[in-house]
T-cell receptor, first 113, second 112 residues
């Protein structure tokens, strides 16, 4: 069974640009959560989607948004990029809404120049 | 009230030794406590998890001890191996919502 797939693995952007990251959950999993990982703040929850609806949102500005498609795939968008947005963005999937365990992908490394 | 505090930040043990990492939480609504292992360039991988109805769970060389009254839980790695060298994260969450709150991580180095 394939794991969580995140694309692209690496991205380099400049300040002010926007970026879209993609996540394909484990087959059969319907819940997708996004996390930001930085050396200073650690792993922080961004949002959770189930059945194309956002169920939970972390404490991030509105520049961070996401969506989920009918096939459970999810995308995350960050607009007006700032230097501080440089991070590893991780996607995790679980079988249903709010259930555990969550299984993580290998992330997208976003670097802002 | 959402914090999870993890210690130590780094840990060095000899091959064959016992590695112990501790976590403390504040939110009594948490009812799911996983440990994740992360290697460089990889995402966190679920190692072992416990729910508060048991005080200990063992899977191979990995054991979680859970103290509900103290709101603390710990990971014990028996017979530590160089291949266990990685960053370990504790986390806490609820079975009714998907958000996990993570500790700051422990960098474990096992010397051969």
């Amino acid at each position: 069974k394939a794991g969580v797939t995140q694309t692209p693995r690496y991205l380099i952007k400049t300040r002010g640009q926007q970026v879209t990251l993609s996540c394909s959950p484990i087959s059969g999993h319907r819940s997708v959560s996004w996390y930001q990982q930085t050396p200073g703040q650690g792993l922080q929850f961004l949002f959770e989607y189930f059945s194309e609806t956002q169920r939970n949102k972390g404490n991030f500005p509105g520049r961070f948004s996401g969506r989920q498609f009918s096939n459970s795939r999810s995308e995350m968008n960050v607009s007006t990029l700032e230097l501080g947005d440089s991070a590893l963005y991780l996607c995790a999937s679980s079988s249903s809404a709010g259930t555990q365990p969550q299984h993580f992908g290998d992330g997208t490394r976003l670097s802002i120049l | 009230q959402q914090q999870v505090k993890q210690s130590p930040q780094s840990l060095i043990v000899q091959k064959g030794g016992i590695s112990i990492i501790n976590c403390a939480y504040e939110n009594t609504a948490f009812d799911y406590f996983p440990w994740y292992q992360q290697f460089p360039g990889k995402g966190p991988a679920l190692l072992i998890a416990i729910r508060p109805d048991v005080s200990e769970k063992k899977e191979g060389r990995f054991t979680i001890s859970f103290n509900k009254s103290a709101k603390q839980f710990s990971l014990h790695i028996m017979d530590s191996q160089p291949g266990d060298s990685a960053t370990y994260f504790c986390a806490a969450g609820g079975t009714s919502y998907g958000k996990l709150t993570f500790g700051q991580g422990t960098i474990l180095t096992v010397h051969p």
